[in-house]
């Protein structure tokens, strides 16, 4: 299979995941279709290296997680201010949907890594060590990133304060 | 609590569709690479030009030497400089060992883009800088002069500087001090001589008069009026002589210190006259005839007893190039006390167009600069002619007249080296055959940019067009 049949394939297999976590990123379906685009585009740059050691899928998220933050700040001269929302919805602790509106809007209010680290922990189940890895950056980086930003979410919405706990952190103190 | 917020993540990314998988993403992030490559190719291509330039001209780079280094020496020949060579200014090298003039693009530029005067300072190091000033060509040895010492060099006019009565640099630091004229004038004085103890100039001093060979752009023609002598230390100017008839200056054997300073041999109007630099009282005059010169700012035996002339055989006027070349020079000798012609050591006749002598060397050999008539030049009489002029030479040598009937060549430079002027003090203590070293490319003046730019425009042109052809045929049979 050649390099370029073997990006297809990979592309093919994998789109549909990245998506949702480009999704979970940027809070939009067009700014998570930009930045898959951008992933696999800067990703074909390099493939032959790429898949020389194996599985992509690290050097993939790791691209995926740089990009976001690059084009976040290519972005944000245009950022408006979010305003409190006026149809706040009220805490359904047992409509999963109601939930996942809330996150959304809630992780709006987040910086680009603090997003990037409650995906990496809680969508995607990686460990703060993998979290570290992908981010490049330290495991208390990770630690303190996560506890911020779950901090911020009860903060910015204390209907959320049943997900995410209240006075203790989950997971704090340690990696998985 | 945490499978809850697990539970609403994984909710609202099942609410993303699959990015549509663009045909082109292969395609595009390969181009990004070519691109990066060529980047990548191109700055180590630049970064490897520049240390191939610059890196041997820093290594290359010795510190400045002391004035008065005790194994300075004249150099073997004389190189053309670069046409950016860094001048004295930007990068002072200390003393030099003596100055050059001619007509290559590193001695002569073209106005406005590059300066039309540039003299070259060779430094007692090896290195070339420049002393630059536009509007009109330069003669080393008349008008910028080096002082007897080598450490600086007195000019009427330098780009950079606010004109004065007479410009004096220092070649150790750059600077250039600014001297005023009598009653304050500030214009213009041409410097003839060094006192031997550097401390005194003699110069020319310029009047503005109407004239048809006005120079076309300022209205202004600049005549001298009269010798005037500068003390460097105080300031203080004292007029010496006036110039009846200009026509009959000849600036290569216009003045002469004696070796303790104290007189000064002037020849104006076919008459030599020892003045006291004291008093400017003229001791005796001699009468000198239409063919026979004061031999130079050098004309001074080194005892000071003796005043060199030379004498022309051959073509005095209406002279073809052919005439001009096998004109022949005879060295005679006036008695500094009387005036009177005198005996002294026989000198070997020099063919050349002219000779102007800059000094003796080890007080028995005279060095002289001796001129070639440019190509297809004819003298007519009264026709404004320069024996020195930078339009009338061809080419310039320097050369020692022997008492035991030789002329030895000193320096032998290229042909667009049309006039020299050595530092007396290595001329007299024999100080020649130094190492010569071709001049350094950099540091350069920002002038570099022109002739970068004309000689990498073909190959930009070439390659960017074949570039844009491999990128043109790429797209049209662009791979998937």
Redo the contacts between chains.
């Keep these: 299979m050649s390099p ?1 049949e073997s ?2 394939a990979y ?2 297999g994998r ?2 995941a ?7 990123l940027t809070g939009d ?1 067009h700014s ?2 930009d930045l ?2 951008m992933t ?8 032959e290296r790429v898949i020389k050691n194996g599985d992509p899928d690290g050097y993939v998220h790791r691209t995926m997680y740089s990009q976001h933050v690059s084009l976040w700040r290519s972005r944000r001269r245009d950022a408006r201010p979010v305003a409190d929302s006026p149809d706040r919805a009220g805490p359904d ?1 047992t409509a ?2 109601a ?6 809007q809630a992780l709006a209010r987040l910086t680009p890594k603090q997003r990037a680290v ?2 990496l922990r ?2 995607e ?1 990686r460990t703060e060590v993998e979290a570290a890895a992908v981010l490049g950056c330290s495991v208390s980086t990770v630690k303190s990133t996560t506890r911020d930003a779950l901090a911020r979410l009860r903060a910015l919405a204390p209907e959320l304060a ?4 209240v006075g203790v952190l ?2 704090e103190g340690g990696g998985r | ?2 499978a ?19 045909d082109d ?2 395609r ?3 181009r ?2 070519r691109r ?1 490559r060529l980047a990548v190719a191109a700055g180590v291509a630049v970064a490897a030009v520049a240390v191939l330039f610059a890196v041997p001209g820093l290594l290359a780079r010795p510190a400045p030497m002391e004035v008065g280094g005790g194994t300075d020496a004249v150099p073997s020949t004389v190189y053309l400089p670069w046409m950016w060579q860094a001048t004295v200014r930007q990068d002072p090298r200390g003393p030099a060992s003596m100055l050059v003039s001619g007509d290559s693009i590193g001695l002569r530029g073209p106005d406005p883009v590059d300066h039309e005067g540039k003299i070259a300072v060779i430094g007692r190091d090896g290195s070339y800088r420049m002393l630059l000033s536009g509007g009109s060509e330069r003669v080393a040895g008349e008008g910028s002069i080096l002082s007897p010492d080598g450490r600086y060099v007195a000019q009427d006019h330098l780009s950079g500087e606010r004109d004065g009565y007479v410009l004096v640099t220092d070649l150790t630091n750059g600077k250039t001090k600014r001297y005023e004229g009598p009653a304050g004038a500030e214009c213009c004085a041409i410097p003839v001589a060094w006192r031997p103890d550097g401390g005194a100039l003699v110069l020319a001093e310029l009047y503005r008069v109407d004239s048809d060979r006005a120079d076309p752009v300022s209205g202004i023609y600049l005549q001298p009026g009269r010798l005037v002598q500068l003390d460097l230390k105080t300031g203080a100017t004292r007029p010496l002589l006036p110039f009846d008839n200009f026509s009959n200056v000849r600036t290569a054997s216009l003045a002469a210190y004696s070796p303790d300073g104290s007189r000064i041999a002037v020849a104006v109007d076919q008459r030599l006259r020892l003045l006291d630099a004291a008093t400017g009282g003229t001791l005796w005059t001699a009468e000198l005839g239409e063919r026979r010169y004061l031999a130079g700012p050098g004309a001074f035996t080194a005892d000071g007893r003796r005043i060199a002339t030379v004498s022309l055989d051959g073509c005095l006027n209406d002279c073809d190039t052919a005439r001009l070349a096998s004109r022949q020079w005879r060295v005679g000798y006036l008695d500094a006390g009387s005036g009177a012609d005198t005996t002294g050591p026989a000198m070997p006749p020099v063919t050349a167009m002219a000779v102007r002598a800059l000094g003796w060397r080890q007080g028995t050999d005279l060095v002289a600069v001796a001129y070639g008539p440019e190509e297809r030049v004819r003298k007519e009489a009264a026709s404004g002619w320069n024996d020195t002029g930078f339009w009338e030479v061809g080419d310039a040598s320097l050369v020692a007249l022997r008492p035991d009937d030789t002329v030895e060549t000193l320096i032998d430079p290229p042909d667009a080296v049309l006039s020299m002027d050595v530092a007396r003090d290595l001329l007299e203590a024999g100080r020649f055959g130094g190492e010569a070293k071709e001049p350094d490319i950099f540091p350069a003046r920002r002038i570099i940019i022109v002739p970068v730019a004309v000689y990498s425009s073909p190959v930009l042109i070439v390659v960017g067009g074949a570039l844009i052809g491999w990128w043109g045929w790429r797209r049209r049979h662009g791979r ?1």
Excluded: C, K
């Design positions: 370029e990006f297809r592309v093919g789109i549909a990245l998506s949702r976590v480009a999704y979970l379906r998570a279709e898959v685009q696999l585009v800067r990703v074909a740059r390099h493939w602790s999963g949907v939930d996942a509106l809330v996150v959304r409650l995906v809680f969508f189940d049943d997900l995410v706990g989950p997971n | 609590m945490t809850r917020l697990e539970r609403a993540l994984a909710e609202l990314a099942e609410q993303m569709p699959p990015a549509p998988a663009r993403l292969w595009r992030g390969r990004q690479r990066d998937r």
